[in-house]
């Protein structure tokens, strides 16, 4: 492991079961918390599709890997920045979301939203604000 | 600190150089390559759009992906200039951090 | 300046790993290292050496092994990527009791974890996808 923190944005812009590519992000997340990087997640455009309530893919035969998200406060990835205008543009708001939440250590373990709504200008200074920016 | 991001679709059927250009932040530089290179097309539905945004962005468009294209430097808005892989490696290692909008 | 690249889209379907090999390219010619690339999502496939594309195109596999074997680069598949989409080496082939393996030379497989950390030592990490 190294000493060396960096701050590593995971950018997540599609949809979950069309395409891989939100399991495999949720992939390198869970992986990377094992390296005690400065990690934060960004949920824009489709991207937050992933995070909504009510995922049932029984009937699809895919694994259905929203409940994943909810463990990610376990894995100390507590950092889900959430686009408010992507939602607003999708017909969605935080009541279609799932609850996350992590447990603050520094604050005798309180529970905490682990989400965060911010405006797109507030992702693109986030954005604008790292290291390391992989894109899913 | 400036980032360089990469946009590789085409911006009439995928959303990604719109989003790109709207998290920018001034002083960053979009690099369109592969089939992004639609986006620096002159009197297009989103032209318009790109032009607002040259000044406080630099645009460029990756020239190999251009000419394999049929796109030369007539058919692309002014003030977005062109580079090769050479410059889109010193592109890369100018700014602080790179972002592909996949 | 050392780059780290990270290539998460199959050969021929996308452009993704042709522009990564451009770029890669590119870099070594004007001085910069590269690290290692990382082949994620369908990118592993490039990592196949049973692929056989018509002889007046270009060999993306034998394309990268060659730059890397020249400028000892690290390829590195992603195991769980690679598994789910048939790519295995000699000793994974045998654990999993598969009948073949189909690893070109120069790549190796192994886990997610080698891309973070690519991501940590490199000065810039570049992403081709689609």
Sequence with gaps: MSEQVKKFLYVNRKAPYGT?????????VLIGAAFDQDVSLAFIDDGVFQ???????????????????????DYEVTKLYVEKESLIERG?????????????????????PS?????RKEMGELMGNQDVVLSF | MASLHTVNKSPFSINSLKSCLEHANDGDTILLIEDGIYGALKGSEISQIVADKIGS????????????RGIDSSKILTGIITTNYDGFVELAAKHDVCQAWL | MKFGILISEGPYTHQAADSAYHFTKA???TGHEIDRVFFYHDGVNVGTRLSIPPQDERNLQKDWSALAKKHEIDLVICIAA?????????????RQGKDANNIAEGFRISGLGQLIEMGIKSDRLMTFGD
């Design chain 2, 57 to 68: 962005l630099s645009i460029i468009a990756l020239e190999p992906d251009m000419k394999a």
């Design chain 3, 27 to 29: 870099a070594l010619k």
């Design chain 1, 20 to 28: 891989i590519y939100a399991l495999e992000s949720l992939e390198v």
């Design chain 1, 92 to 112: 969605l708001s935080t009541d279609d979301l799932q609850e996350l939440t992590y447990e603050d250590e520094d604050d005798d373990w309180a529970e905490k």
């Design chain 1, 115 to 119: 989400i965060r709504i911010v405006s």
């Design chain 1, 51 to 73: 995070l909504t309530k009510g995922q049932d893919t029984k009937e699809i035969g895919v694994k259905n890997f929203s409940p994943t998200y909810r463990a990610l406060g």
């Design chain 3, 82 to 94: 690679a598994q789910r989409r048939g790519l295995l080496d000699e000793n994974e082939a045998k």
